[in-house]
């Protein structure tokens, strides 16, 4: 298996080109020489003169054409979404070849995506198709609090429709498996409520007691330490605190508004289930501050360093 990280350089528009090219040139030689950037050099040559960096791109960079490039900083452009997209289904195609070990995605902007033609919700809907994955489950990861979602990009009454007993269970197991892999023996396991203190047994909906505790139930027996469902106005302070290693959180907000509040920087986005490995930044384009070199390229070395542990751990039965 391939120990290569593959970056895909996210929208040429914004800041990623720049957080790629800072991330390279932080890097180790060693480590520079198991990574491929998977974009356009006349862009990252761009990035690079922005945020002088003196790093020779020569053998690191897999070229992917675009018209006019390097395109201008921070605009929402087709041509810019169309590039992203082919930036990230190369890299797709490599995974699945096992030429990359894991991809990085850097930060790519839905409304050019689609402006594009390619219509997606976001990076894990896109994997999911290029790769034909049956289920994907977004994991965000930071030092102290760890949240796996049952849905992401739906609406709240959406959300509510799809936390059935199968899908719960489903992201238990998918979490559970995930963070063995990185080396939990027997991870701790906290699954969040619905509904306001889990409903009060039907005072306030009735969806803790009918799906989400038959699934609990369910992941007990078959050995996976869990507890739940919890009120969710609890359970991420006591993962925080040290009690649990993962929560899972049943919608995206639930899950997300905890991770951004303690590790807005640094939390690592990873798709869990897919054939292949993938992580990314936790934040977007950034267009009003693309072009400027003063891109934060943290979260972007907290990616990489999760997807070189992942690559590690596939040398390792769970």
């Not at 914004?14 to 006349?42: Q, S």
């Not at 761009?46 to 490039?69: C, F, H, N």
């Not at 219509?119 to 760890?146: C, N, V, W």
């Not at 409520?193 to 409903?199: A, F």
């Amino acid at each position: 298996m391939s120990e290569i990280i593959g970056i895909t350089m996210g929208d040429p528009a914004g800041v990623g080109p720049e957080i790629c090219v800072k991330a390279l040139a932080a890097m180790t030689p060693e480590d520079r020489a198991l990574t491929r950037i998977y974009g356009n050099r006349a862009t990252l040559e761009a990035a690079k003169a922005a945020v002088g960096a003196a790093i020779d791109l020569e053998g690191a960079v897999v070229d992917l054409p675009i018209e006019g490039a390097p395109l201008p900083w921070g605009k929402l452009s087709p041509v810019a979404g169309d590039a992203a997209f082919r930036f990230i289904e190369a890299a797709v195609r490599d995974a699945e070849a096992g030429r990359i070990g894991c991809i990085v995605t850097a930060p790519i902007n839905k409304e050019a995506l689609n402006l594009a033609g390619h219509h997606y919700d976001g990076h894990t809907g896109m994997l999911r198709a290029l790769t034909g994955a049956k289920a994907a489950y977004m994991l965000l990861a930071s030092e102290r609090l760890k949240v796996i979602h049952v849905s992401t990009h739906v609406s709240l009454q959406d959300a509510i429709r799809r936390a059935t007993t199968e899908r719960v269970l489903a992201t238990i197991r998918a979490g559970h498996a995930h963070l063995q892999r990185i080396g939990y023996a027997s991870p701790r396991i906290a699954v969040a409520g619905i509904n306001p203190h889990c409903g009060e047994n039907g005072l306030f909906g009735t969806e803790d007691d009918a799906h989400i505790a038959p699934a609990v139930a369910a992941a007990r027996a078959e050995g996976i330490d869990v507890e739940g469902p919890i009120s969710a106005d609890t359970v991420f302070h006591r993962a925080y605190t040290g009690a649990f290693d993962l929560v899972v959180a049943q919608y995206h907000d639930q899950g997300h508004i905890p991770i951004k509040l303690v590790a807005f920087d640094t939390a690592v986005n990873v798709s869990v289930e897919l054939p292949i490995d993938r992580t990314s930044v936790d934040h977007g384009t950034a267009f009003d501050i693309a072009g400027k070199g003063i891109a934060d390229h943290g979260n972007m070395n907290s990616a990489i360093a999760y997807a070189r542990k992942l690559v590690a751990g596939k040398k390792v039965p769970a």
